[in-house]
C-alpha cells in the first residue's frame, strides 16, 4: 500500500509515522509513505500556499490551486482508491474505516490547517473526508498520522501474530479483555488466577466474558 500524504508542515509527520508497527510495515515494504509538502506547489517566488477568507474573518485559507497540482500530479502517476481530507465535520473514524482502507492500494490524505482549505477543495478533489473526533486540531497532520497508524497497522503482513489485530477492541463491536503480565502478584494485587491455569478454553471463555462486561459498562453503544 501507498500513502501520499499532503501538508504544509511535513515535517509534524516524520517522527510519528518513524516508529514502531508503521516502521516496521515501511521496512518491511508492506507500506509505501510519501510526505508532499504543499509549499513545492506554491505560487511565486514565496510560494504562496494560503490567502485571506473571503467575506472576512480571522484565519488564512488554504488555496485550490497548489492542492489540485499536487494531487492532479499524484493521479498522473497511478491511481488512487481515495482521496482523504482531515476534516472536523467528515466521518468519524471508527475501526471499520480503517479496515476497509487498509485494503486499498494508494490513497492520498490530505491535511488542512489554518482555517481550512478552499471549499472548492473539498467539493471537486476529495473523495472521502475522515474526522478523528469532536474536537479541533491545529492542522489536519495529526489525524492523517493516527489514521496512517491504524490502517497500516492491518495491512496483511504487518503484525507478527496475525490474529492480533483481531483481538483488539472495536473489531467485534467489542472492547478488548483486559491484560495482565509477571509478576502475578505485585503488592498485594494480584492477576486472576485462570490466566495462569493454562486452560485455553476457560482462559477464552473469562476473555469473552470480561470483554461484554466492559463494552456492556463502557461502550453499551456499541452493542446496538
Ligand atoms: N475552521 C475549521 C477547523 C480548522 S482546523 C472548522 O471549524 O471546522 C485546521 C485543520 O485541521 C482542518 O482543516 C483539518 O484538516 C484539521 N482538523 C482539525 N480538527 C480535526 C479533526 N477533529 N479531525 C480531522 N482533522 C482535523
Not at 509527520?13 to 508497527?21: C, G, K, N, R
Not at 515494504?29 to 500556499?49: F, S
Request: charged share 30%.
Amino acid at each position: 500500500m501507498r500513502i501520499d500524504i499532503i501538508s504544509v508542515l511535513p515535517e509534524l509527520l516524520v517522527s510519528p509515522l518513524d516508529h514502531s508497527i508503521v516502521k516496521r510495515a515501511r521496512d518491511k515494504g508492506l507500506l509505501e509513505i510519501h510526505l508532499h509538502d504543499l509549499k513545492d506547489y506554491g505560487k511565486g517566488k514565496h510560494r504562496q500556499v494560503d490567502d485571506y477568507s473571503y467575506g472576512g474573518g480571522a484565519g488564512m485559507v488554504l488555496m485550490v490551486e497548489p492542492i489540485f497540482n499536487c494531487i492532479e500530479k499524484l493521479k498522473m502517476e497511478r491511481e488512487y482508491d481515495e482521496v482523504i481530507f482531515t476534516a472536523p465535520d467528515g466521518h468519524v473514524f471508527s475501526q471499520g474505516m480503517a479496515n476497509r482502507l487498509s485494503l486499498c492500494k494508494n490513497l492520498i490524505i490530505l491535511c488542512g490547517h489554518y482555517k481550512g482549505v478552499d471549499e472548492r477543495v473539498r467539493e471537486h478533489l476529495i473523495t472521502m473526508e475522515i474526522s478523528i473526533g469532536d474536537y479541533v486540531l491545529s492542522g489536519g497532520e495529526l489525524a492523517a498520522a493516527v489514521i496512517t497508524d491504524a490502517v497500516g497497522r492491518l495491512i496483511p503482513g504487518v503484525l507478527n501474530d496475525e490474529s492480533s489485530a483481531l483481538t483488539d477492541s472495536f473489531q467485534d463491536n467489542l472492547v478488548a479483555p483486559p491484560v495482565f503480565t509477571r509478576p502475578s502478584e505485585f503488592n498485594g494485587w494480584e492477576v486472576p488466577p485462570v490466566l495462569m491455569s493454562g486452560h485455553e478454553k476457560r482462559i477464552e471463555d473469562w476473555r469473552f466474558e470480561k470483554s461484554l462486561e466492559r463494552t456492556r459498562i463502557r461502550r453499551p453503544d456499541l452493542m446496538e
